[in-house]
């Protein structure tokens, strides 16, 4: 007979197999349980680390606003506080020379206004690459008539080229060419190009000439400023564009200047979409060409206007007799020295009143209409200029006074500021005595 296992043994042995099941089973739960806090382990982690390096993010991020606020505020008051005594510095130098009989005298004051605007050019070249690199220096393109802009910037360096006998000439194909620019920054670039034809020529002279031509089948025009001076040998040609680079360096350098002018140049031309090319021998010149997209042809009424404005402005600066009757206005200025040259300066057109503070300028305005108020912002302890605008606009009759800000605020966006804060007139430190009588007159006389 066979010998089967009993009913017991099957038991047994099936108890014991779902045993070592369960036991299996348990195990790999446990292997699971301890995958799932090994996974809860690190995702925990990875969370922690992901909110460290987002809280790292932060505080970078937080420490470099404040690190450009912080420079924004340097270069603010860096600006404030080199023009305020410049304007004082330069002002009295320009009535000292106008006043002055004794020609040994004249040419020191003729000194000091040179010195003071070689600092005061160093000062703006220095807040405009700034600016650049910061990407800060507005840019508002419009239609400029080109050879009336190349004109209307003339005057200061014919000036400076007749001082070392060279000259300037104006060569213009024609009378149409219109740029889109902003007026502005094509000044800054115009003035530097200039500045370093008329720096580095000693014999003969500079060209400007302006035109219009083609490039890669897009309507261009330019400006082509040439000189007959020492020239710049290949392989400098790139290196002139490179800040604070100068082609005689150190103690034994040649020339004045910080080397940024063709630097401030280049970034200028390319934020105006354009290009500037350089070509140029060794000892015999230069010729640096503008080259900018070209605006559409409208009427010539701008450019008659703008004649027209030239034409009244050498007829008010010829006519500088005082006048029978003169309007009252108020200077708002604490630093006594930039208020005695204003006074001095507007003694012809108007009488003049003055408050040093914010506060004394406000109860003056309430005893007395004035016909414009120039306001200086910075005033010390007490509210501001823009706070004593504000104040003043709310005394009936001077909604519509003009307020012209008169500071030594002048990075980008500081005269929007001053307009939108309610005064009506914009006029950076240092200004010279034809900018600020213009200026007024236009205020004071010329009808709306």
């Not at 023009?83 to 002055?100: C, D, Q, S, V, Y």
């Not at 006074?343 to 506060?359: K, N, P, Q, S, W």
Request: hydrophobic share 35%; net charge negative; charged share 25%.
């Amino acid at each position: 007979m066979a010998n089967y296992p009993s009913p017991l043994d099957q038991l047994s042995e099936k108890i014991l197999q779902l045993t070592a099941e369960n036991l299996s089973l348990k195990q790999r739960l446990a292997t699971m349980e301890a995958d799932v806090d090994k996974l809860f382990i690190d995702h925990q982690n990875m969370i922690m680390e992901n909110y460290r390096i987002h809280e790292e993010l932060l505080e970078e991020k937080e420490k470099a606003e404040e690190s450009n606020t912080m420079k924004t505020n340097l270069l603010s008051n860096l600006s404030h506080e080199f023009r305020t005594p410049m304007n004082g510095i330069l002002g009295f130098a320009e009535i000292l020379k106008e006043n002055l009989n004794d020609k040994n005298q004249v040419v020191m004051a003729n000194n000091i206004l040179l010195s003071g605007n070689r600092l005061l050019q160093t000062l703006n070249s220095m807040l405009y690459l700034s600016e650049l690199e910061a990407g800060t220096l507005p840019c508002q393109l419009q239609k400029i008539h080109l050879n009336t802009f190349v004109l209307s910037n003339l005057g200061e360096f014919e000036c400076r080229a007749a001082e070392k006998n060279i000259f300037i000439k104006t060569q213009f194909q024609d009378w149409k060419q219109n740029a889109l620019a902003d007026n502005k920054l094509l000044r800054i670039a115009l003035t530097h190009l200039m500045d370093n034809a008329i720096k580095f020529t000693d014999k003969g002279g500079v060209i400007i000439e302006t035109g219009s031509t083609i490039v890669q089948g897009e309507n261009m025009v330019f400006i082509r400023i040439s000189d007959t001076g020492i020239g710049i040998d290949l392989p400098n040609q790139e290196k002139v564009f490179e800040p604070y680079r100068q082609l005689s360096e150190g103690w034994g350098r040649g020339y004045e200047g910080t080397g940024l002018g063709l630097p401030i140049c280049r970034k200028v031309i390319d934020k105006l979409n354009g290009k500037l090319l350089v070509e140029s021998k060794y000892r015999e010149g230069s010729s640096f060409t503008v080259l900018l997209p070209s605006a559409p042809e409208t009427a010539e009424t701008a450019t008659n206007g703008h004649w027209t404005s030239i034409h009244q402005t050498m007829e008010r600066s010829e006519n500088t007799s005082p006048r029978e009757t003169m309007p009252e206005v108020l200077i708002v200025e604490d630093n006594n020295v930039n208020k005695e040259l204003m006074v001095v300066f507007l003694t012809r057109i108007c009488r003049t009143d003055y408050a040093l503070d914010g506060e004394s300028a406000v109860k003056m305005a309430r005893k007395k209409k004035y016909a414009a108020i120039l306001m200086d912002i910075n005033l010390g302890p007490g509210i501001d200029g823009l706070e004593a605008t504000r104040q003043i606009r709310k005394i009936p009759g001077y909604e519509q006074v003009p307020v012209i800000a008169v500071t030594g605020y002048t990075l980008s966006g500081d005269k929007e500021r001053l307009i939108d804060g309610g005064c009506s007139h914009y006029l950076a430190k240092p200004f010279d005595k034809k900018t600020i009588v213009h200026l007024v007159e236009d205020i004071l006389f010329e009808p709306n």
